[in-house]
């Protein structure tokens, strides 16, 4: 079957300027995540979603990022005002549910994000 | 929040060989996984791995949950296992959300 799928995979945009990225989870998954990697780091985690509802936003720098996930299944990523420090590769996650035995997590191709 | 220490942070080997790849938590997980990050930066998923030993192909790994670390092993290494391998792991409670490390760079020379 598919797997977790983003679009677009590449942005890039102006400083000031709002972005949305989108992740497409494997089908079933109820569990979406998504992380941000900078250069020659590992993923850190931003926000977690069960079905529709964030459960835990903790990871989010600031108020100028947000994510939906409306319909329990596809998930947007937006980012307003854009700096240049948010700059990254943005990975989206999926696994079929918290509390389960195999919580394994897939990721998508990430979207990389440049702010000039 | 929990800390994860990979170590080599780099490897150079040259085609055949074997390693080892090492990863420290500081605290217990009860999720734990194995990603190659190829060079088009796909994580590739090698193994879930929260307790015990899996084998799948050249590659092997182990968690010993209670020392708080697991191990990925690469035999017969090819070129194409070049990259960097991640190791990440979910607490208990934390809604699986994964801690990555650093990573370990390896260059596979032929």
């Known amino acids: 079957g598919a797997g977790v799928s983003q679009t677009p995979s590449n942005k890039v945009t102006e400083k000031g300027k709002y972005v949305e990225l989108r992740c497409d989870p494997i089908?079933?998954?109820?569990?979406l995540y998504w992380y941000r990697q900078s250069l020659g780091q590992g993923p850190e985690f931003l926000i977690y979603?069960?079905?529709?509802?964030?459960?835990?936003d903790s990871g989010l720098p600031n108020d100028r990022f947000f994510a939906v996930r409306p319909e329990g299944s596809v998930s947007t990523l937006k980012i307003q005002r854009t700096e240049r420090g948010d700059s990254a590769v943005y990975l989206c996650?999926?696994?079929?549910?918290?509390?389960?035995?195999?919580?394994?997590?897939?990721f998508g191709p990430g979207t990389r994000l440049t702010v000039l | 929040g929990i800390q994860v220490e990979q170590s080599p942070p780099d490897l150079i080997l040259q085609e055949g060989a074997n390693s080892t790849l090492r990863c420290n938590f500081s605290?217990?997980?009860?999720?734990l996984q194995w990603f190659h990050q190829n060079p088009w930066g796909q994580l590739i998923n090698l193994f879930y791995?929260?307790?015990g030993t899996k084998q799948n192909g050249r590659l092997s790994a182990t968690t010993v949950a209670t020392e708080r670390y697991s191990l990925l092993y690469i035999s017969s290494s090819q070129t194409t296992d070049s990259g960097v391998y991640f190791c990440?792991?979910?607490?208990?409670?934390?809604?699986?959300?994964?801690?990555f490390g650093a990573g370990t760079r390896l260059a596979v020379h032929p």
């Open positions: 996650a999926s696994s079929p549910m918290v509390g389960q035995t195999n919580n394994e997590q897939f």
């Open positions: 089908s079933g998954h109820t569990a």
């Open positions: 979603f069960q079905g529709t509802g964030a459960a835990d």
């Open positions: 605290d217990s997980v009860n999720n």
């Open positions: 791995i929260p307790s």
């Open positions: 990440a792991g979910a607490i208990s409670g934390g809604y699986n959300k994964l801690i």
